[in-house]
């Protein structure tokens, strides 16, 4: 069963089922190279070394030129489709990404600490429904380079039940996900769709490879996958109904990224705060207090 290509109003009805969709074509071209450069100037100088790549948490405040993409009116409306309402509150998690690797999981907190983000086990609870927007700003439609999700894992705590789909998105496309759902990006340096034989040979040659030299594979193997992908770059933000559930993942969530990102404000920018009530957003920020945050 191929990944859901998803652009009808029942977008929930596929989130409560399997925990993702594709929205196609969501965001312009121009709208993708806007957000590839400005991730390249931040990149150039800041961010943070993590999964073999560079990444940096709260980037809706850390990084200015990119926060627009939170409250873009397409993706609002996508989120709320998502959510079945159109009372949504943005959890202030937004963190960017290039050139990472990453491994099966869960984006709930659970596999640090017992209860995760949610303070408690939510995989049974319906009223739990917080959805996180990846962005990828390259294509892959012919690699492996993107989100490979677990169809319906968000209502089981394993990590390897359910069917594996390698989403096939291209740079305009956003997928929503359950951040409950077991999930996980590319996991390896050479990311060849393995349709063929000659191509099954070839990466098994780099995986012996990566086994043997790990150090020379996770410093130059990266390099060749720019080859099949461009420069890999993605951003993710979440955003939940609001109650108490998305309150709770938003205030631990948010303090983790204020400990990795060294981030002295918790707040978001008067400008960007502005621009989502205009557009009916509610803001998680408003129950935040400095105690929570760790100031």
Known sequence: MSALEVSEPDLDVHLLQDGFAIERGV???EEIQRLRISLKAYFRLEGKQNFYGVTQSNAAIKIPDISWICYHDKILDGVRRSLGTADIMFTSHCDAH???LAQWHKDDGESS???GYFGQTTYDIPDCR?????VYLQDHRHNRSGLTVRRGSHRRASLVEGESVCLDTAAGDIV??????????????????????????????????????????QAK?????????????AIFFTFGLPNTFTQNFAIANMARQCRESGCENFLLPPD????????????????????????
Do not use: C, W
Not at 221 to 233: D, K, T, V, Y
């Open 272 to 295: 960007v705060r502005q621009a989502f009530l205009q557009k009916g957003v509610l803001l998680a920020e408003d129950v935040f207090t400095a105690s929570q945050m760790g100031f």
């Open 176 to 217: 929503i996900f359950d951040v409950r759902l077991t999930h996980r990006g590319q996991t390896a340096s050479l990311p060849i769709r393995m349709a063929k034989r000659s191509l099954n040979s070839l990466q098994s040659a780099f995986s012996k490879l990566e086994s043997y030299f790990p150090f020379y594979s």
């Open 113 to 115: 600490n017992p209860g």
């Open 221 to 233: 193997l990266p390099n060749l996958s720019f080859h099949q992908a461009g420069e890999r770059m």
């Open 27 to 29: 965001l312009s071209a």
């Open 98 to 100: 290039v050139r990472t």
């Open 130 to 134: 917080v959805y996180k927007v990846a």
